[in-house]
């Protein structure tokens, strides 16, 4: 079946420019998740989505950083006056978490790679 | 969340087992070891996941110590599309964010 999607692949842009990425979740997951990795780096947790549940937006790194996830299923990522040290892989992942009680794995998307120049 | 303990990096023959540990000393009891891995350039992608007994799916086998404070992950017959970064981790039920640290980075050779 299809996996999680992103888009776009690759994206470059200026400084101080507003960015969205798109998360396409493997259908009927209610969890999603998004993540950055930096170059080398290992993976830093952004924002979690569960269903209608408020987010859980404790790994945002600043307010230029936003997601929404619309009718439970795309979501998108927002970083606004992008920063060069913003460059990142920005990953999307999602899980089922049914049926209960666990434990459920996670399902990447390939990421979307930011160049902030 | 347990923090867990990696080698940096392991060389594996192609063709042979390749077989990663991971310490996980200060795992509770109701913590589950999951392994993922990275190849280069693609998102991480999840391989297994044990609580307490030893698991096994198409991809691998997780051989889980008594007293669960370390594991091994291990590729029966490691083919050169192994090569990556694999991650062990140990997180709790539902939910959970994932935070990976620096890995094995297994090399397969020919």
């Known amino acids: 079946g299809a996996g999680v999607s992103q888009s776009p692949s690759n994206k470059v842009t200026e400084k101080g420019k507003d960015v969205e990425l798109r998360c396409d979740p493997i259908?009927?997951?209610?969890?999603l998740y998004w993540y950055r990795q930096s170059l080398g780096q290992g993976l830093e947790f952004l924002i979690y989505?569960?269903?209608?549940?408020?987010?859980?937006k404790s790994g945002l790194p600043s307010d230029r950083f936003s997601a929404e996830r619309t009718g439970g299923s795309v979501s998108t990522l927002t970083i606004q006056r992008t920063q060069q040290e913003d460059s990142a892989v920005y990953l999307c992942?999602?899980?089922?978490?049914?049926?209960?009680?666990?434990?459920?794995?996670?399902?990447f998307g390939p990421g979307t790679r930011l160049t902030v120049t | 969340d347990a923090k867990t303990t990696q080698p940096t990096s392991m060389d594996c023959a192609e063709g042979r087992a390749a077989n990663l540990p991971c310490n996980h000393s200060t795992i509770s009891g109701n913590e589950y070891v999951y392994w993922y891995r990275q190849i280069h350039s693609q998102g991480p992608q999840y391989i297994i996941h044990?609580?307490?007994n030893n698991e096994t799916n198409e991809m691998a086998s997780l051989i889980i110590t008594e007293d669960r404070k370390s594991s091994t992950l291990i590729l029966p017959h490691a083919t050169l599309r192994d090569t990556a970064v694999y991650y062990c981790?140990?997180?709790?039920?539902?939910?959970?964010?994932?935070?990976f640290g620096g890995g094995t980075r297994l090399m397969v050779k020919p």
């Open positions: 259908s009927g997951h209610t969890a």
């Open positions: 044990g609580l307490k």
């Open positions: 981790i140990v997180i709790k039920n539902a939910g959970n964010m994932l935070t």
């Open positions: 992942a999602s899980s089922s978490l049914a049926p209960l009680p666990g434990p459920y794995e996670q399902y």
């Open positions: 989505f569960q269903g209608n549940s408020a987010p859980d």
